[in-house]
């Protein structure tokens, strides 16, 4: 069982890059989401999917777009990448908002 | 809106001893709450879930949580901590037909032998 794949595992990127965070999902699932983590803030949200074609904003979507052209992939991408993006993200699929959330591994993104 | 407060950036308890990680919760309907668990440099996996059944719910690992409406809690417990208990854990709420999951800003526990 696959569950949700994230690459890459870890990025450094210069400040002004651009560049995209892949997840994958083989759950089936419709909702998927991506969150940052930072020290002593949590998970916060940063967008959301219902479904294929459906996406909306989290807590923090500023710097941040999203697609879901189907249901298996969502897509993080950084326009232009700046040192406060530095963080863990993270992607979460769940069969819909009230069940288990099922996370990828993570990528470390370093922008300097 | 909903909100999840945990109480307690860090907790230290030693070896044996019992785990008492605490959560709270704001909701203006009925919550499903969560319980999560992140080991170092991997990804949060579930521990245990309360989806209006029973007011106690048993997760794995020995953990459990109780949920008071009363109190608006959903305190995480763990008669006897082990060595392998040491990780990050998160509380988080979802309301029924919003699709949105809010966490906590997560609770270290250290375990001390």
């Known amino acids: 069982n696959a569950g949700v794949t994230q690459t890459p595992k870890f990025q450094v990127l210069k400040t002004g890059q651009s560049m995209t965070l892949q997840c994958a999902q083989d759950m089936n699932h419709e909702y998927m989401s991506w969150y940052r983590q930072d020290p002593g803030m949590g998970l916060r949200l940063i967008h959301y999917s219902v479904g294929a074609g459906i996406t909306d904003q989290g807590e923090v979507p500023n710097g941040y777009n999203v697609s879901r052209s189907t249901t298996e992939d969502f897509p993080l991408r950084l326009l232009s990448a700046a040192p406060s993006q530095t963080s863990v993200y993270f992607c979460?699929?769940?069969?819909?908002?009230?069940?288990?959330?099922?996370f990828g591994q993570g990528t470390r993104l370093t922008v300097v | 809106a909903q909100s999840v407060t945990q109480l307690g950036s860090h907790v230290s308890v030693s070896e044996g001893a019992l785990v008492l990680l605490r959560c709270n919760y704001s909701s203006s309907v009925p919550p499903y709450l969560f319980w999560y668990v992140q080991y170092p440099n991997q990804g949060l996996q579930l521990l245990l879930k309360y989806t209006s059944a029973a007011t106690l719910v048993k997760g794995i690992n020995g953990f459990e949580a109780e949920f008071k409406k009363s109190e608006t809690s959903f305190h995480l417990t763990k008669p006897s901590a082990h060595m392998s208990d040491a990780a990050e854990y998160f509380c988080a709420v979802s309301e029924k037909g919003y699709q949105k999951v809010t966490f906590g800003t997560g609770t270290k526990l250290q375990v001390i032998p």
């Open positions: 979460a699929s769940t069969r819909d908002g009230n069940t288990e959330a099922f």
